[in-house]
């Protein structure tokens, strides 16, 4: 039976590609909220004094981004890992 488990190479490389993705949507989604709302999102949505609409809308946005650019980034990476890994090697002439 085969061995579907990425490597430890794939792994690493799915595992840096989503680090580098939550960075850059945490970056996107904070300057897309402050468009959209005129003020910075909140730093501590769970601050009492963050209205609740406000932290509820933070959270929900921030979670489903993240989660979505991390579930792309990792499939990208190992996709491309696996296809290097599996194509043949050019022969020198």
């Known amino acids: 039976m085969a061995d579907n488990r990425p490597d430890?190479?794939?792994r690493a490389a799915g595992a840096l590609a989503a680090v580098a993705a939550g960075f850059v949507t945490r970056k996107a989604?904070?300057?897309?909220?402050?468009k959209?709302?005129?003020?910075?999102?909140?730093?501590?949505?769970?601050?009492?004094d963050v209205a609740f609409l406000e932290a509820v809308s933070w959270a929900a946005m921030i979670a489903v981004a993240m989660?979505?650019?991390?579930?792309?980034?990792?499939r990208v990476a190992t996709r491309r890992m696996v296809s290097a890994q599996?194509?043949?090697?050019?022969?020198?002439q």
Do not use: N, Y
């Open 36 to 48: 959209a709302t005129g003020k910075e999102p909140p730093a501590h949505p769970e601050d009492p």
């Open 86 to 92: 599996s194509a043949p090697a050019e022969e020198p």
């Open 67 to 74: 989660a979505t650019a991390r579930l792309l980034a990792t």
């Open 29 to 34: 989604m904070s300057a897309a909220w402050k």
């Open 8 to 10: 430890i190479a794939s």
